[in-house]
């Protein structure tokens, strides 16, 4: 029989052999995942057996690591926002500096009613957190990418919102006959040139679509903030995520 202590270890040798940083923690949680366990459950029983289904399982999910899928993806889940997203290779990984964008807007709009739109939805995590805590909101979000609407879809449905949410497969330069209290947007904002540079985990697997702004990283980022000027209500927020060293340019454009 296998020891958990063993496997861990097994799973955190053959990673950090392909120069994986995470390769202890990343072992820790594909053995955690595969034993519906928590991680600290799991560490405090590490001279337990393993079944061999288990053990199959784990090196199943342990060779998808290897080849630099990322854990999210694996799992199919990944928490933003204290709750728990569905996501897939078909949606952005959401990422913690996001949470920001929802910390902010949901401050500001602290007691108020606002009708959003999220603008390259993704996910649906930022629109679906801002909704979970202010239960007066409502809001629409799109993306020109089907797959990534199921996604957020899904997410929707698990957290029962469908009556206070809608997404719709448009560019924001189709949105007519709409005013907006808040526009919110993680558009893609990484230079075509910047593309090469990202880690093989982000590169590889995650849509680039998502993630690519054109030459200087703005392309989408001036489309929004143009948009804006004709559907968002007067004193209106427009809140974006944008690339670090980018604000000054998107100063000027604002």
């Keep these: 029989m296998t020891h958990i202590s063993e496997l861990i270890n097994f799973g955190s040798k053959s990673l950090k052999e392909k120069l994986i940083s995470s390769h202890r923690l990343d072992s820790e949680l594909i053995l955690s995942n595969v034993l519906k366990k928590s991680r600290e459950n799991m560490l405090i029983s590490l001279d337990k057996n393993i079944s061999e289904e288990s053990v199959f399982i784990f090196n199943k999910l342990l060779k998808r690591r290897i080849k630099r899928e990322p854990i999210a993806y694996i799992f199919k889940e990944k928490e933003f926002w204290s709750n728990k997203f569905f996501i897939n290779s078909d ?45 007066d909101s409502k809001g629409i979000g799109i993306d020109i990418s089907r797959k990534a609407l199921y996604v957020a879809r899904k997410n929707s449905r698990d957290f029962n919102l469908t009556s206070r ?90």
């Design 91 to 135: 949606a952005l990984i959401p990422r913690p500096e996001t949470e920001l964008l929802v910390e902010k807007t949901l401050k500001h709009f602290k007691g108020k009613k606002p009708f959003i739109l999220d603008a390259g939805t993704g996910s649906g995590c930022i629109l679906l957190s801002f909704l979970k805590e202010n239960k």
């Design 165 to 254: 949410s809608k997404f719709y497969n448009k560019c924001i330069s189709q949105i007519y006959n709409y005013r907006f209290d808040l526009i919110i947007s993680n558009p893609p904002y990484i230079t075509s040139s910047e593309m090469n540079n990202l880690s093989e985990d982000i590169r590889r697997y995650e849509p680039r679509i998502a993630l690519e702004g054109g030459n200087d990283g703005l392309d989408v980022i001036k489309k929004v903030i143009y948009k804006s000027t004709s559907i968002l209500k007067k004193k209106g927020m427009l809140a974006l995520e944008v690339g670090n060293g980018q604000y000054r340019k998107v100063l000027k454009i604002l």
